[in-house]
Nanobody, 119 residues
Framework: QVQLVESGGGLVQVGGSLRLSCAAS????????MGWFRQAPGKEREFVAR????????YYADSVKGRFTVSRDNAKNTVYLQMNSLKPEDTAVYYC????????????WGQGTQVTVSS
């Protein structure tokens, strides 16, 4: 089992920045990739970004490309999502997830952290 705990959410003004963290514990050696997802009120959960545990390749949704950066600290078993130039449409609950395979569904999910961008 892998446990994931997100932190770093909050209220920020348009154009501001936040950094989310996702701390992993348990069988972290089994993780292949980590992802960030978000869900806004009344909308389905959507993919935001992902990073492979090694060698750290990344991939982003078009809506956040150039504004968000995903990174990881293997020694701390932590993945980060640096969010810059935030927009009201970025308001959502953000979840991190872990997968033990290169492709397919994510196996483990965190509890989520709220990000609110005010105008």
């Amino acid at each position: 089992q892998v446990q994931l705990v997100e932190s770093g959410g909050g209220l920020v003004q348009v154009g501001g920045s936040l950094r989310l963290s996702c701390a992993a514990s348990g069988r972290t050696f089994s993780m292949y990739r980590m992802g960030w997802f978000r869900q806004a009120p009344g909308k389905e959960r959507e993919f935001v970004a992902r990073i492979s545990w090694s060698p750290g390749s990344t991939y982003y949704a078009d809506s956040v490309k150039g504004r968000f950066t995903v990174s990881r600290d293997n020694a701390k078993n932590t993945v980060y999502l640096q969010m810059n130039s935030l927009k009201p449409e970025d308001t959502a609950v953000y979840y991190c997830a872990a997968a033990v395979r290169q492709f397919g569904d994510y196996d483990y999910w965190g509890q989520g952290t709220q990000v609110t961008v005010s105008s």
